[in-house]
């Protein structure tokens, strides 16, 4: 029997008379996939619980955070204990240099690091710290990567910002689009040709180093390495947004995975064990630009918050003690990409599958993925389909194409099996 979700149905209702949209950050809208969202009750492990009294499996895990989980005890253990001694003190404390050096010394090619509370406020600081530093105000960004939702980000953004049909998002100001220029991913001739046109005048490149808001899309032999020169010897900054990858595809997240050093690398998601964290980190010399150092300002009152610092440091604690979790993680997405894999070449149908760690995307597309413009050609028809046959089953995939699937570690081999059975099922219907 199909699963129904008929409550959650009433419950957005209620919700889109209050919240706009019914949602506090609009990929969750469902937009792109069509129907209602599902409203989850609780989750634990790989599973949500969702208001319908449903259990289904999870391969979002809140976007990526969930690397080990629902409520894991180590993290749930630590937000207990430190809210009993106080949600928020807005002054310093000793774990937040706990955290810091534990991250700093996880991730390569990082001296400092200082704590934010979203991915898109890591991003917008490393920014301003890159054109601090620089004393230039261009930046280049690639089509289909998202940093946020800050306004020097939303041109060709991906993520949301496309699924909505508005990658170029009203309400940013001209005087602020003409400072981001754009590129194609996997394109380096393009970024040699734009360094070329501003000689002297760009600040930093920023790139999603395996990119995520536009699928999973994994960067060609020679591309970031090609950025990395073209960055010194124009003297501009490389930005890594890992906000994805950070602290989940290795401890020292891209960089180590690819080999490719970055100047200022921005984190979220994983680093705050689900809570409200963002972070960027940058070796000494850059960082000393940064207030109350230098005159780079960036602030927040509830940064390094206590409760999201012992949920970030138990996570990383455990993640730094148990690497292997890397390999595992790894595993068990190659073995769901054979799944699909055969599945889908069984039906004959045009699709391609991008993997690289514990994240992957499926495209309903004979072309390979490599760019914005090539993810686009996908499907959507098939997509909504198989979206909406597998949540029928109750196995929850990322609710649009432009969304890359995040594996966690409690997922089990019978788990896969089950989403890989219920998606023969869902295209044998085609
Ligand atoms: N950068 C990347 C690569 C992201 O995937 C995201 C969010 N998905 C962000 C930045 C923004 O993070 P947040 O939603 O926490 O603001």
């Keep these: 029997m199909a699963f129904s979700y008929q409550r959650s149905s009433a419950l957005?209702?209620?919700?889109?008379?209050?919240?706009?949209?019914?949602?506090?950050?609009?990929?969750?809208?469902?937009?792109?996939?069509?129907?209602d969202p599902v409203f989850v009750e609780k989750a634990k492990g790989a599973y949500l619980q969702t208001e319908d009294g449903h259990q289904i499996i999870d391969y979002i895990a809140s976007w990526g955070p969930m690397i080990l989980g629902h409520a894991f005890e180590p993290v749930v253990e630590a937000v207990i204990k430190a809210t009993e001694k106080g949600t928020s003190y807005g002054m310093p404390t000793a774990l937040e240099t706990e955290i810091a050096k534990l991250a700093v010394s996880m991730a390569p090619n990082v001296d400092q690091i200082r704590m934010v509370n979203?991915?898109?406020?890591?991003?917008?600081?490393?920014?301003?710290?890159?054109?601090?530093?620089?004393?230039?105000d261009k930046i280049i960004k690639f089509a289909g990567c998202y940093h946020g939702h800050s306004d020097s980000f939303l041109i060709q953004a991906g993520?949301?910002?496309v699924t909505f049909g508005s990658p170029n998002s009203p309400g940013v100001t001209q005087g602020t689009a003409k400072d981001t220029l754009l590129a194609q991913y996997n394109n380096l001739d393009q970024v040699e040709e734009i360094f070329k046109k501003n000689e002297g005048e760009i600040a930093c490149v920023i790139i999603e180093p395996i990119a995520g808001n536009m699928g999973c899309i994994v960067p060609e032999n020679g591309f970031l390495e090609g950025i990395r020169s073209l960055c010194d010897e124009h003297g501009a900054l490389f930005i890594f947004d890992e906000v994805m990858t950070?602290?989940?595809?290795?401890?020292?997240?891209?960089?180590?995975?690819?080999?490719?050093k970055a100047d200022i690398v921005t984190y979220g998601k994983v680093i705050g064990g689900g809570l409200p964290v963002g972070a960027?980190?940058?070796?000494?010399?850059?960082?000393?630009?940064l207030a109350p150092l230098g005159p780079v300002y960036q602030a927040g009152t509830l940064s390094g918050n206590p409760l999201a610092m012992s949920a970030g440091m138990a996570m990383l604690t455990?993640?730094?003690?148990?690497?292997?979790?890397?390999?595992?993680?790894?595993?068990?997405?190659?073995?769901?990409?054979?799944?699909?894999?055969?599945?889908?070449?069984?039906?004959?149908?045009?699709?391609?599958i991008n993997r690289y760690g514990s994240m992957m995307s499926v495209h309903f597309t004979d072309q390979d993925v490599v760019d914005f413009s090539s993810a686009a050609t996908g499907n959507n028809e098939w997509f909504r389909k198989f979206f909406h046959g597998l949540l029928e089953r109750g196995i929850y995939l990322p609710p649009s194409a432009?969304?890359?699937?995040?594996?966690?570690?409690a997922l089990s081999y019978e788990d896969l099996d089950k989403t890989i059975e219920a998606s023969r099922e869902v295209v044998s219907s085609w």
Aim: proline residues 3%; hydrophobic residues 35%; contains cysteine.
């Design 402 to 409: 432009f969304e890359s699937y995040f594996l966690n570690d």
């Design 118 to 136: 979203s991915g898109t406020e890591a991003c917008m600081s490393a920014v301003r710290l890159a054109r601090g530093f620089t004393g230039r």
């Design 159 to 161: 993520s949301g910002a």
């Design 280 to 289: 960027f980190a940058a070796r000494q010399e850059i960082m000393n630009h």
């Design 12 to 35: 957005f209702q209620e919700a889109k008379k209050y919240i706009p949209g019914g949602v506090n950050s609009p990929v969750r809208a469902f937009n792109a996939v069509g129907g």
């Design 318 to 352: 455990h993640l730094n003690n148990h690497p292997e979790i890397y390999d595992s993680l790894a595993a068990k997405t190659e073995y769901l990409h054979k799944g699909i894999d055969s599945v889908l070449s069984d039906k004959g149908i045009d699709y391609k």
């Design 246 to 260: 950070g602290f989940r595809l290795a401890r020292g997240g891209a960089q180590e995975t690819t080999g490719v």
